[in-house]
């Protein structure tokens, strides 16, 4: 008796979108993922005014400390955005689920942004911000998953990575307005002005786009109930357990890297003494030339494969980050700091287009907005919520301005093995039969 098989789908099978449509739906789920970062990173550069808003003290390191712990709250509820948030939008769809994630990151924005400070109301203040960090962290922990499959989902197979890149870029593009808008608000108003009005208006900036996100958002078609792009195969947590669990590593050393490039506008202003333009300046160029890398390694990964787009600018990274942090240190001045600045943004983002498409490659379409949504938002609030708080304690015992190189070329040299543990996901490099029929099984008729 011959023992039928089920025929499996081509692997570039794709969803049925017109140009135009994969130009909307791509730009529409990056412009909500960058609207919701954008809030949740600018709080980064303006850590230094809102500890003084919500936690003033004659010790500028205790007042520092409470601010980037009320940053760090927030990261303390996105694994349970990206459990529940993300559930939902694998039952339910990825669009309803963006939906969702952008209204409760309005909600939390406005909470945090128009909470009267310290001196007016007392204790209710930071009270109030913690609780406006938390709905932003649930927010996000759900918006990372749903945004970023949305975006594999409606993407070409050849044109996947280049398409997830946007994810990150989404992020850099975010970092880089509110870098930009610091930058503005620091030439035209006052310290004392920045401290006590200048980050709000800075994040209600984000929070007056959020109803057009929505609208946009809600005109997108839905991507659950479509064809898959890469049938994986699915026999329980052990048929993807290894891009899971090296995801989590190379996520948790992108995410301590993004948060201390993140940091430097800080550590510019707090360790070296730079002033708060140069620093801001700093950050802003860094964060606009990752748009164009992160990209490029995308785009370099859909036509070469995923490991050495990640391999080989990774080991760069390792190598470079004590040089450039000598150089910034030694010379103190404008030209090293963004200089150097700009050397390791380069490096540092260039394998993440292909991180993010390596990652999800390889998780069955059933589980993969939640999936990603964990492996995004665990190690994130494991390790990018304490990153700030460690650094500025590590700074703060060593006295070492250099102590920032040597933790953060460590855990890039972590993120490294696991990059080359990853395997080869990208459809140029595999057989286009064998990752099809491996999740269908020969059975016997019945």
């Given amino acids: ?11 570039t099978a794709e969803l049925d979108f017109t140009p135009a449509q994969r130009r909307r739906a791509i730009a529409a789920a990056t412009l909500g993922n960058g609207l919701e970062f954008y809030d949740f990173i600018t709080f980064t550069f303006f850590a230094i005014q809102i500890g003084n808003s919500f936690f003033p003290s ?29 559930g939902f939008a694998d039952r339910h769809g990825r669009k309803p689920g963006m939906l969702l994630s952008m209204s409760l990151m309005g909600i939390g924005i406005t909470m945090l942004a128009v909470t009267p400070a310290y001196g007016t109301i007392g204790i209710a203040a930071p009270v109030i911000a913690v609780m406006a960090r938390l709905i932003q962290g649930f927010a996000l922990g759900g918006e990372v998953g749903s945004a970023t499959v949305y975006m594999m989902e409606s993407a070409k197979a050849h044109r996947r990575a280049l398409t997830m890149g946007w994810q990150g870029a989404s992020q850099n593009v975010a970092a880089t307005i509110g870098s930009l808008v610091g930058l503005i608000l620091s030439l035209i108003i ?15 900036l984000g929070v007056s786009i959020v109803p057009v996100a929505l609208w946009v958002r809600n005109s997108l078609p839905e991507t659950l109930h479509g064809p898959e792009t890469t ?76 490991r050495w787009i990640m391999i080989w600018p990774q080991l760069l990274f390792c190598l470079l980050i004590v040089p450039s942090f000598l150089w910034l240190t030694t010379e103190r001045d404008t030209v090293s700091f963004i200089g150097a600045n700009l050397v390791l943004q380069i490096a540092g983002t260039l394998p993440y287009g292909a991180a993010y498409a390596a990652i999800t490659e390889g998780i069955p379409k059933e589980v993969r907005a939640r999936a990603f949504a964990l492996v995004y938002s665990i190690p994130v609030a494991a390790f990018g919520g304490t990153t700030q708080l460690v650094v500025t304690w590590l700074l703060h015992v060593t006295g070492e301005p250099m102590a920032l190189a040597w933790y953060l070329t460590a855990i890039s040299a972590i993120g490294l093995l696991a990059m080359i543990g990853m395997r080869e996901s990208a459809p140029v490099k595999l057989d286009p039969m064998q990752p099809a029929m491996a999740k269908y099984s020969v059975r016997p008729a019945a």
């Fill in 1 to 11: 008796m011959e023992i039928p098989v089920e025929e499996a789908p081509p692997l």
């Fill in 58 to 86: 004659h010790d500028r390191f205790l007042s520092l400390m409470g601010s980037l712990a009320t940053f760090g709250a927030g990261f303390i509820t996105r694994p349970l955005g990206a459990h529940f948030l993300g």
């Fill in 190 to 204: 006052s310290e004392a002005d920045l401290s006590t009005y200048g980050w709000r208006i800075a994040m209600l």
């Fill in 231 to 306: 049938p994986v195969e699915n026999v329980g947590f052990k048929g993807y357990m290894r891009p899971i669990l090296l995801g989590f590593v190379i996520i948790a050393a992108g995410t301590i890297g993004t948060y201390i490039f993140n940091y430097m506008a800080t550590y510019g202003q707090n360790t070296l003494h730079l002033s708060a333009s140069v620093s801001l300046a700093a950050e802003f160029g860094g964060n606009g030339v990752s748009i164009v890398v992160i990209l490029l390694g995308g785009w370099l990964s859909d036509l070469y494969g995923r």
